[in-house]
């Protein structure tokens, strides 16, 4: 329930803020009125993409049937979690200058004659991107989905998140009072990247129980590192939320541990990396002015 909330509080809030930009944009042209409709007809559009990834997701799991589903089941949550490392980084780079690219593309798309495609194709995509990621991320929690009280407390936790969401972004749009994007951005980035490592452990872990379970592997892999049962059980309503959002493991064998270590040693030597490249044209500029 706490991963659902979190997830459908984050990715409401970067679509609210891709709307909220347009509609603020929206409100300084005469023609503003016209421009709302196409605005909100592109939101609408981005709830049914959202909405058919979510039933073709569905649909290909219940088709499919033994080790194709487990394959299947590995493939998602290993790219929703590689989608996370790869959303991260394109913040970085794209959070600060978000709203000049928005509206420089607006003015750009409705110069001249009157095109409110561009207004729609944005909106669209703002929200169904950031639904359709947030079916990426849940797609375990998704697959756990068994009974009436399970959807309940799902569909809760997604009305829990989205409020939230509203919540927050209208304390971001006070300002510094309360919570700045800046500080938003960073503390979120950061629970992204191990939400990330969870599903990618989750991922791991029914390769390691599936398709690898026959598989001669050192013993090692499977011996218990540690027990932290009799302090905080995987079980426990903490333990739990922990374990979907922190990749929490209670008693941890070798392969746990080898496989969140590769993890985040991949994502960092990638944040390095992409750090290092934004840093070349600086470094470049000040040797010229030297």
Sequence with gaps: MGQTIFVVCRESIEALLVIGILYAWMNDRQDAKTGKKWLFAGILAGF?????????????????????????????????SALIVQMVM?????GRTLKQEIESGLATNLSGEKNWWGVFFLAMIAV??????????LYGSLLQLDSFASYMSFFMAAAIGLALAMILFYALQLGGRFVSWKWFFRVTEIMLLFLGSALFLAASEKLLSGPLGATELPAWMYSNMWDMTSILSDSS???????????????????????????????LLLLKWQSNKQSEPIAHLKAEHA
């Design 237 to 267: 309503i903490l333990g739990n939320l922990l374990a979907s959002l922190f990749a929490y493991r209670s008693q941890p064998i070798g392969w746990d541990l080898m496989i969140l270590s590769t993890f985040w040693v991949a994502v």
């Design 48 to 80: 049914g993409l959202a909405t058919l990834l979510t039933l073709t997701l569905i649909g290909v799991t219940d088709i499919l049937g033994g080790e194709a589903r487990t394959w299947f089941e590995i493939g998602m949550l290993a790219f929703a």
């Design 128 to 137: 169904g991107r950031e639904g359709s990621e947030t079916v990426m991320f």
């Design 90 to 94: 394109w913040m970085r780079v794209h």
